[in-house]
């Protein structure tokens, strides 16, 4: 089936198969293997994207049913050269990782996390960061790093980054 | 060039190198590799645990639009053999034959166009099996014990454990049990294969590159040359990715007879089968002391699930026996045979199961005795290993409770249990002891120092989370006296000079030294020209007193120049070595074993000179609600002492994440097996429990600085398993502080509490 995906500000057109799943696009046929794949089966978070800034588990989204999204990845919150992104460098302030597989979709859901507005203290954070699974268990780590960067975003409102999504 | 500021680099806590990477989906995990126009993989696994296989139907599968090749045996047995078994015995085999070992066995391999058509098709192959009825697990009808032959492990027996037992006034004599466990890295078991030119690269996950190399060179009869295992990031392994399994030799012949590349992840699901697992163990623990608290006698016997065809087994009695001054001292363990996959090393693989009896003993023990438990190991603390007679390099056991203790605020105790309490909350505080041996990897580096004062650093490591790409950094940064950013560092790649194996907490202190060695040798050159020139500052000097530090080739005197006009003294490009280290404890030819992807590592335990471990000290508390008995863990304290830290912050990380896989192992995590069906039935990780966010309070981690100069010469000890250990104790022994139940088998779960 032809479809046309909107992810971090770019389009794509592209034939898939309908069972296809939006983690499997993005990673097998867009090249954006930010996006992790730990389970397949809505258990685990590592494949947590935004999409029109909800976040959303990438392996339970056909990528059919996407199309009307604006998705944004990992992939899509610093460029190369580009400053990272407040909740990117609180996991680098914190060591809020250790192996970095779950790493992405714990940033993306950490963001959805601060903008539905539940990082407002340390235990709201803890149980809407529960979706997220860290096996090297960097938890309280965790929790440091998006309490560090719901500060920084409230300060500079929306992450302009996401404007796009 | 940099400033003094920055020294010295080892023991300074450097954020992970790779940080940027990671935080930017930017890190290549194996199944991320790019590789042009791939097929996919899915396999077939069997729904028996014991049998054999009649005969395929494929028609159904074959139908499915894009499938490009069925793999069973029936094709392709015979193009790969068995990878090479992890301990004694034999291993289980998979599409050699017809014969089904266990549940999940892969049985055969679909590769179609996409994904979706190799699951549809993979779903839809039939077989007829001629099922035998399995044995599952402990007293399943089948099931062979036999006591494990000494080999890798020993038992010990001295003096006269029973008649010890029999005579001493304070007695503790009960039987443990621990559960299967599944590793559960959050990255999956992928292997990606492709084939240029009758050589082989293979991206995959592992803890050992040399070591899968090796091993499918053997299977697939190849040269090893012509095999390249890559493995940049590893998301997690926990001792899963470390044992070459099955699935990539298929792999890699699915992708030969294709002439395609092909691309494999396993589901969850699989992943419980198709690779290793620890063990379910039992113990019988005898534990006895004279009036004083001095022990009199220990007798610990565990038996240890296995496949059929293998022996594998961890023996931890070889840490419980070394624990405590005892005069008196008996150890056995046993092997349980069913019809299971072959299980192997889950991080701390002996010390999680067999440290649990033995430190929740000690707890009754001095319960019995009304005496603190803290002061029952403090009169039973020795220098000397109990079980060798030889002296331990360092042990700084009392230092970790004592720093613990108080921070916890362990004399606020009222040892009486069920008496602390907070409204509907009975809180409980617990601790035990953590001990795992100082293990060291041989290991070769190769260092390129430019003349523009750049240097690259090539090993074969592995950096499953544990930091090795920022240590390499910084020994190499610290003994070449340059900053971070003027080392590049590459690893996971079996191009590259040979690591060891990355487990048992061996990697860090291997690959470290490895490392030092070759900059040492770069050092030894430079200064060497620096001193034989007839002009410029060191003319003259002794060579040995020279060092690099801060951009600069410096004399003791003083005398200094930029390092890169000393390099310049030999050449205008880069210089390079190339060094293997060797352990103290290990043969010569320890780095050809690597080569050849054979373990090489010297452990705490099997050294002629003295016994090697880290302790440490754990403490929890527990809060039960009298009502509901839901289980929470508040906070935990542990300290630590492990020799050298070389980097605080990551070693914090490590720690941390061990002491939450402990407060897993008492309370969350539990592989169920189907008693009749011989198969694993929560092989999920919503099913099987692990913490969430939510689960995790207060952790806090001690590092009690410790000097050994005789462990190594960096003086380290590993740290990536000892911060697991002991925590299941001391959560059951607060858990019995609360409530005045003794829950001797894990994990410990509401039901247990009523």
Known sequence: ?165 | MPDDATWPLIGAPIPRIEGRAKVTGQALFASDEPVANPAYAYLVTSTIARGRIRSFDLAAAEAVEGVLDILTHENVGHQADPPPPHGPGKETTTMQTDQVWHGGQIIGVVVAETYEAAREAGLKVRVDYKEEAPSATFGSKGAVTKQREPGEHKDFAKGDADAAFKASAFRVDERFGTPTQHHNPIELFTTTCVWHDGSLTVYEPSQFVYGLRGALAKQLHLDPKRIRVVARHVGGAFGSKGIPSARTAWIAIAARRLNRAVKFVATRGQGYTIATYRAETQHHIRLSADASGKLTSLFHEGWELTSRPSDYNTSGTETTARMYACPNLQTRVNVVHADRNTPGFMRAPPDVPYMFPLEVAIDELAEQMRMDPIELRRINDTQVDPATGLRFSSRALMACFDQAAARFGWSGRDPTPGKMRDGDWLIGWGCAAAAYPANIGAGAARVTFGADGMASVQIAAHDIGTGSHTIIAQTAADRLGLQLAQITVQIGDSDLPPAGLAAGSSHASGICHAVDKACEDLRARIALAATTSNTGPFAGHNPATLSLHAGKLRGEDGTSEDARDAIKRVTGGALEAYAENIPKGLEADSVGKLYSGQMAISRGTSRKDVTAYAFGAQFAEVRVHARTREIRVPRVVGAFSAGRIINPRTAHSQLMGGMIWGISSALHEKTEIDPQAARYTNDNIAEYLIPVNADIRAVEVIIVPEQDAEVNPIGMKGIGEIGVVGMNAAISNAVYHATGKRVRSLPIRIDDLL
């Open chain 1, 1 to 165: 089936m032809d479809i046309t995906l909107t992810v971090n500000g770019r389009e794509h057109r592209l034939a898939v198969d309908v069972r296809t799943t939006l983690l499997d696009t993005l990673r097998e046929r867009l090249g954006l293997t930010g996006s992790k794949k730990g389970c397949d089966q809505g258990q685990c978070g590592a494949c947590t994207v935004l999409m029109d800034g909800v976040r959303v588990l990438a392996c339970f989204i056909l990528a059919v049913a996407a199309q009307d999204a604006k998705i944004t990845t990992i992939e899509g919150l610093a460029g190369e050269d580009e400053p990272l992104h407040p909740m990117q460098q609180a996991f680098l302030d914190h060591d809020a990782y250790q192996c970095g597989y779950c790493t992405p979709g714990q940033i993306m859901s950490a963001i959805a996390c601060v903008t539905e507005g539940h990082a407002g203290t340390d235990d709201e954070i803890r149980e809407y960061m529960s979706g997220n699974l860290c096996r090297c268990a960097a938890y309280p780590k965790i929790v440091a790093a998006v309490s560090q960067a719901a500060g920084e975003m409230k300060a500079t409102q929306a992450a302009p980054e996401l404007e796009h999504a």
